[in-house]
């Protein structure tokens, strides 16, 4: 039978595999997975991480039973996290209502994952704060090889620690709700956007996807369908390309909803502290490469671009820039 020219293959991200115990800098295993990592920022703006299997995958089940135990309490319990922290506690946006989310900010602190359980559940949930704090912890051990390897590669050691030291760790659990029985067709989950910060760990549950990532040149949305249980999708945001000057691209995303089984994901984002100012180093600006960005602060970014008018694309961040 011959294979009609309209078939097509679909569309899918690299993969690169973090899952080696040898994978530890300076060893020949390492060099190999950093060029991987920085091609695929380069082409794409992300991939497909495989993260020590069979761990990952009890730790991913935990936290969808905890993630629902957190979403299935009152409204009201859920609204009382909310701080003016933009990041952190219940978040809903109006623009997209079925989606609702819980937000660690600090995460690496165990003081912040306990005092938030404890506003949800006043006799505290070891179960949740136990289960949230594990999946962070490895998620953020594959941020930080990520991290380092993406900086390493365009030969910014020397800006390492300053820049490994620049963000917090913001974990978020989220729920977008099925379709419900009037529903004909998909809907939008999560409209299409770029994300602001340095870099973001996705996970979403094997059974229902629902990640759409549009390749570099705008064409086509390739919709993220995970090779294993136990793989993470890595993303850069706007602040890692503003940060190289370019040299790596934040791809826009969206989700769409498709079927009537609520969807649960997770994410590790790695975000500027407040007052670091975000800076190309001279080693990524020549003649070829001429400066894109003035310096650069995270925060009044992140209000200009959450304004009703932004786009949520790149152009935001031209237009933020040229202010
Ligand atoms: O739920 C997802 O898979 C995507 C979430 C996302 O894009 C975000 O939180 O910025
Ligand atoms: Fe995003």
């Known amino acids: 039978?011959?294979?009609?020219?309209?078939?097509?293959?679909?569309?899918?991200?690299?993969?690169?595999?973090?899952?080696?115990?040898?994978?530890?800098?300076?060893?020949?295993?390492?060099?190999?997975?950093r060029s991987q990592v920085r091609k695929a920022l380069e082409e794409y703006g992300c991939f497909e991480a495989l993260f020590?299997?069979?761990?990952?995958?009890?730790?991913?089940?935990?936290?969808?039973?905890?993630?629902?135990?957190?979403?299935?309490?009152?409204?009201?319990?859920?609204?009382?996290?909310k701080t003016n922290i933009h990041y952190e506690g219940y978040l809903t946006l109006p623009v997209v209502p079925s989606q609702e989310g819980m937000g660690f900010y600090g995460v690496d602190n165990p003081n912040v994952v306990n005092d938030l359980t404890h506003k949800l559940w006043p006799q505290g949930n070891t179960f949740v704060s136990k289960n949230v704090q594990s999946?962070?912890?490895k998620l953020i051990e594959l941020s930080l090889k990520v991290r380092t390897m993406t900086l390493e590669s365009f030969g910014?050691?020397?800006?390492?620690?300053e820049h490994l030291n620049s963000a917090n760790k913001h974990f978020q659990i989220l729920k977008y709700k099925g379709l419900s029985d009037d529903d004909t067709e998909s809907k939008i989950g999560f409209y299409p956007h770029i994300d602001r910060h340095f870099l973001t760990i996705l996970s979403q549950n094997d059974d229902v996807d629902g990640l759409e990532i549009k390749t570099k040149d705008?064409?086509?949305w390739i919709k993220v369908k995970p090779s294993q249980a136990a793989s993470f999708i890595v993303m850069a945001g706007a602040s890692l390309h503003v940060l190289l000057n370019g040299g790596i691209f934040p791809p826009i995303h969206r989700v769409i909803t498709t079927g009537k089984k609520d969807r649960y994901s997770a994410g590790l984002f790695t975000i500027p502290k407040e007052g670091v100012i975000i800076n190309a180093p001279e080693e990524m600006v020549d003649?070829?490469?001429?400066?894109?960005?003035?310096?650069?602060?995270?925060w009044g970014f992140l209000k200009f671009s959450n304004l009703p008018n932004a786009r949520k694309d790149?152009?935001?961040?031209?237009?933020?820039c040229a202010l």
Not at 287 to 298: A, I, Q, V
């Open 135 to 137: 999946f962070a912890e």
């Open 287 to 298: 003649d070829e490469h001429p400066r894109l960005y003035k310096p650069f602060d995270f």
């Open 156 to 161: 910014l050691e020397k800006y390492m620690e």
């Open 52 to 81: 020590d299997g069979a761990s990952m995958e009890l730790r991913k089940a935990k936290l969808l039973e905890a993630s629902k135990e957190v979403f299935d309490l009152p409204l009201e319990t859920k609204q009382s996290t």
């Open 218 to 220: 705008g064409k086509e």
């Open 1 to 33: 039978m011959s294979i009609s020219s309209e078939t097509q293959v679909p569309l899918s991200l690299p993969i690169i595999d973090f899952s080696s115990p040898d994978l530890k800098p300076e060893t020949p295993e390492w060099d190999l997975v």
């Open 314 to 320: 790149i152009t935001d961040l031209t237009t933020y």
